[in-house]
């Protein structure tokens, strides 16, 4: 898909609010762990590249991804730095990964024997370095009893050509209330791991939430996603233990202006019938950039004014109700601050029904991210 240079609907990305998002965690987090910027999915809609190098400025040792090409990407783009690739990959593509120096996650001995048979048939000299997974209640990836474990570490003993560099699990509920899920996950996870003779260096199980509000729980390298995003991984349900900064703004403007008489309709279906004297503008946003249809009836900001979306948003444009005659090229913002009026990722989420990391991942790259 194209990046959409030549138009005015733009996603300002905060590297600033970034950097004191990590900062902060740094300074939250207990001594002597690293942290690791997770930047899948395209730093979850923000640019996984961008973001990289803001977080290693505020001090990221690592980068987590999820699959084999967005690490590729960093590499390409220079980041020398060590990447976890948290997704399982296909054990044809070892020697890429071993070759780029790269970390990946692991959940069967099938995939280590056959990883090791085509590293010893490639004759590198470099292993490769794996995370066994740990599923304690997650239920999406991992190795789940103490003979399992037990069993991997017997597999490293004996082969020599992976390197067991970490062992992790991933909390369900790290995010909630009721902490009876996260305690049960916790439990399970320390008695697996107290069957390792030797622990690896990295033994992790943070992301976010775990770090936000779960200090002390047994990791040593904290997978840190959404909060360096500056949002609230719990959506509003927890307080931050400190303030996250917001890292998108949205932007766009009004590209047409018209009044209307009584009784005219507005888009797709004709569902927004005027009143006489409206002033409806137009905004080149539409769900082909991820602003999804379902945003009908929500609020835009215009010169501190909320703005109702009328009628069906379209696939590139949609409109606006305006309180009075605004000038083309006025400023419309869809996620941030108009002077006195903020509207949030957050808002956009629940209006959705859905959660926030879904709303920066589902923005296409047909709006440009310009990073300030
Ligand atoms: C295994 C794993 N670790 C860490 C993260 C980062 O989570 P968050 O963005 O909530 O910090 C994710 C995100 O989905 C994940 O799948």
Known sequence: MVVGIHR????????????????????????????YAVVKADGYGHGAVEVAKAAREAGATGFCVAILDEALELRKAGFTEPILILGLVDVAYTELMASNKLSVAVSSIKWLDQAQAILKKSNRTEKLAVHVALDTGMGRIGFKTADEVQAVEKWFEANESLYFEGIFTHFAKADSRDESHFNQQMEKFNVLISNLHQKPPFVHTANSATALWHKGCSSNLIRFGIAMYGLNPSGSLLPEPYPLKPVMRISSEISHI??????????????????EGEWIGTIPIGYGDGWRRDLQGHDVLVEGHRCEIVGRVCMDQCMIRLPYEVAEKTEVVLVGQSQNETISMQEIADYLHTIHYEVTCGLTTRIPRKYI
């Not at 950097?19 to 942290?35: F, H, P, R, V, Y």
């Open 8 to 35: 005015k609907t733009i996603a300002y990305i905060d590297t600033q609010a970034i950097i004191s998002n990590i900062q902060q965690e740094i300074q939250w987090m207990d001594k002597g762990t690293a942290l």
């Open 258 to 275: 018209k009044q209307m008489q009584e009784g005219e309709t507005i888009g797709y279906g004709a569902t927004y019938r005027a009143h």
